[in-house]
């Protein structure tokens, strides 16, 4: 049986207290550098020191706390994602960066006449050593209609191309998913929510079934939902006790 632990807790303060390698999956959506007043929580202003001395110290935890065929995504977009990075590289080293994921959406935005309409967050997804777990098969899609009807007619010579798109192809490292917003069973329990189905797709490529993940910026708790769906266990925290209420209710209604 998978077990799920919640935290109201600072994440430094909870993860000091967790022992090393112990977590194969630590998934973080976190403080964007908005300098916004969600309402449930307030961002941190996008000032390069603030930044660091808010992630080096959690981001080296995070590190520590991986075991060796562990990894990381750091969920965040535009505004910090370049210092981000930075001390991704600093701490896990640059050649353990495995993908910068983009997600695009559409929706509506501000009507600014000097921009284009921002709408892709970016994931940075580490990996603490060069042997880490990448599930391909469970995050495979199906080849399009028409792509596989190209290949109907062909030669003997395009049949193991044939054969391999029928079980799927590996998924891009761009991913068009909608917000979760339109999602009416999912939607209006936090403000910065994320999907189930976005979260699946990161649960299923880096971690089995029996696995410890952890997410240390819970809100709604979508990827402790995701766990109990796929039998992973999860340890994960907010600072924010309406969070872990949230999340603890939606667990039990699960
Ligand atoms: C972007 S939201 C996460 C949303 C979540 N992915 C979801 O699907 O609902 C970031 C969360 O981090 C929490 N947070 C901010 N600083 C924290 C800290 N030092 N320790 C723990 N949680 C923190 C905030 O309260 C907020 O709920």
Redo the contacts with the bound molecule.
């Keep these: 049986m998978e077990k799920m632990n919640l935290f109201n ?6 993860m000091k207290g967790l022992p090393d390698e112990s977590i194969d999956l630590i ?6 550098g908005t300098g916004r007043n ?1 309402g ?2 307030q ?2 202003k996008p000032v390069r020191n603030i930044i660091e001395h ?1 992630y080096l110290p ?1 981001i080296r935890e995070m590190h520590r706390l991986l075991k060796k065929t562990g990894s990381i995504y750091i ?1 965040c977009d535009w505004h910090i994602n370049h210092w981000v990075r930075l001390i991704l590289d600093e701490v896990f080293g640059y050649e353990r960066c495995v993908n910068e994921i983009v997600w695009c959406y559409t929706g509506p935005g501000v009507n600014s006449q000097k921009n284009y309409s921002r709408k892709h967050d970016n994931l940075y997804l580490y990996s603490k050593s060069s042997n880490y777990t990448f599930n391909t098969n469970d995050i495979k899609i199906p080849a399009a209609e028409d792509t596989l009807k190209k290949f109907e007619g062909a030669g003997s010579g395009f049949k193991g191309k044939k054969a391999n798109l029928a079980n799927g192809k590996l998924l891009e490292d761009w991913w068009y998913l909608a917000p ?1 917003a339109r999602f009416k069973n999912e939607t209006g ?7 189930i189905q976005l ?1 699946e797709r990161v649960v299923k490529a880096s971690s089995n079934e029996g696995d410890t993940v952890a ?9 402790a939902v995701v766990c109990k769906k796929l039998n992973r266990s999860f340890i994960g ?4 006790k309406n ?1 872990v209420e ?2 603890a209710r939606r667990l039990r209604s699960f």
Excluded at 9 to 14: A, C, E
Excluded at 189 to 195: A, E, G, I
Aim: net charge negative; glycine share 4%; charged share 20%.
């Design positions: 807790v600072d994440n430094l303060v909870l998934y973080c959506d976190i403080l964007y969600f449930e929580y961002d941190l808010h959690r969920h979760t329990l936090y403000p910065t929510q994320k999907s979260l997410d240390f910026y819970l809100g709604s708790g979508t990827t925290c907010d600072i924010n969070a949230v999340t």
